[in-house]
């Protein structure tokens, strides 16, 4: 149990949690509605301060993440509880949990315990990570001069106020963007668009490095019109070196009379994407020759070569385009230093 960050006093022992745009009001005695925020007489704490479901190295393009230090390990790290519902979700057995019994690990103890992997950063992902902000603050707090990089794997669903004080020890923003109409937000997640959107533009107002998901569900967020739609926005209030990721679904959980998702409609969202100009468009969970590789946006040179969680690099050097000098779009990690088009935040 730990006392929480980022609440509000509401009268009669009633509190305002900030966290995330739900705001929720908690009576004493009662959790928020992602059910990892406790009110105990009048004070919001924490009670998964700490304590991990999952930890232990990953390619850090599973993520996925393939412009922010490819070809490295990251060390994931999760807890429980979520402030979406999602019919679909591919870790229910953590996010939907409310309590898990599970031994408090201290910030120190992990960054002590990640040191002695091969791993370049540490991701917090799985369950979503905005509600272990104060955890993941201490954490970060502390990962920054040793030396780690850091990402949020998120749904987006998080208050200015808690993005704001994560951004200067954060390096990678992975953002769910589930669909484009509020109401897949609405029947399939229990949630809105408006406050990803608003994530989104945040991070990039904040300079953060910043990579795009959408899990493509045939007849629920998969129509032309609806990803010209989505594309459209993407281009003009990001512009085009944004990676985005299109990847399949398989049915789960409690979707699992849906379809799984054609190999050619993920075909035509990475036409759709190239004619919208994106430069890094990827197609996930099935093999995508083209939708797994990296070109140079300059001159077409192919930069990097996934096959699976493996990435080759025959056309990179230094962080830079081995035929024309371009730099990468994204974070680099050669021999011990973070290389980028700017100052890498979480250089030690």
Known sequence: MHEALLFSPSGDEAVICRLCPRHCRIESGDRGFCGVRENISGTLYANSYGKLTAAGLDPVEK??????????????????????????????????????FASAVPPEDLIAEVQKTPAKSISFTYNEPTLSFEYALDVLRLAKPAGLGSAFITNGYMSEEAL???????????????????????????????????????????GLHLELVTLIIPGYNDSPEEIDAMLSWETEHLGTLTPHHFTRFSPMYRMENA??????????????AKEHGIAYPYIGNIMHAA??????????????????????????????????GRPFDGIWYDQGRYLSKKNYANAG
Request: charged share 20%; glycine share 6%; with cysteine.
């Open 291 to 324: 939708g797994s590789e990296t070109r140079c946006p300059a001159c077409g040179e192919r930069l990097l070569i996934r096959t699976g969680y493996v990435t080759k690099m025959p056309g990179i050097s230094a962080g830079k385009c081995k035929n024309c």
């Open 63 to 100: 993520k996925p993440l393939y412009h922010y230090l490819p070809g490295t390990q990251t060390f994931s790290v999760s807890s429980y509880g979520c402030n979406f519902t999602c019919r679909h979700c591919q870790n229910y057995t953590l996010s939907q949990v409310r309590d898990m």
């Open 164 to 206: 704001r004080e994560l951004a200067p020890y954060l390096g990678a923003i992975r953002i769910d963007l589930k669909a484009f109409t509020d109401e897949f937000y609405r029947t399939v997640c229990g949630a809105h668009l408006a406050p990803v959107l608003d994530t989104i533009l945040r991070a990039k107002e904040l």
């Open 259 to 272: 379809r799984p998702t054609p190999k050619e409609t993920l075909d035509r969202i990475f036409v759709q």
